[in-house]
Nanobody
């Protein structure tokens, strides 16, 4: 079994920064594309950014130039550096892994973390 755990959320003032982390645990052999999504109260979950195992990135227009997604494959960890935060960035941020293969040859698709709350407010 594999698990994704996010951390790094919190309360920050507008213009501030936060760095989210997502750690994958289990007998992992390889993780394919990963991504960050967010869900604000009363809204649907939306894509924030994605990154392939080779490091190719993609961002929602609303966060381009402010957020940076990265990953450390050796540590099975993904990051989201969020700068110039705005109140509209307030949401629960979720980590997702497109496909995870294990050392035993099993694979898991569409794995989600439990989410971490980010609140941007003065």
């Amino acid at each position: 079994q594999v698990q994704l755990v996010e951390s790094g959320g919190g309360l920050v003032q507008p213009g501030g920064s936060l760095r989210l982390s997502c750690v994958a645990s289990g007998s992992i052999f390889e993780i394919y594309a990963m991504g960050w999504y967010r869900q604000a109260p009363g809204k649907q979950r939306e894509l924030v950014a994605t990154i392939t195992s080779g490091g190719v990135t993609n961002y929602a227009d609303s966060v381009k130039g402010r957020f940076t997604i990265s990953r450390d494959n050796a540590k099975n960890t993904m990051y989201l550096q969020m700068n110039s935060l705005k109140p509209e960035d307030t949401a629960v941020y979720y980590c997702n892994a497109d496909r995870i293969t294990t050392l035993s040859g099993s694979y898991y698709t569409g794995t989600w973390g439990q989410g971490t709350q980010v609140t941007v407010s003065s």
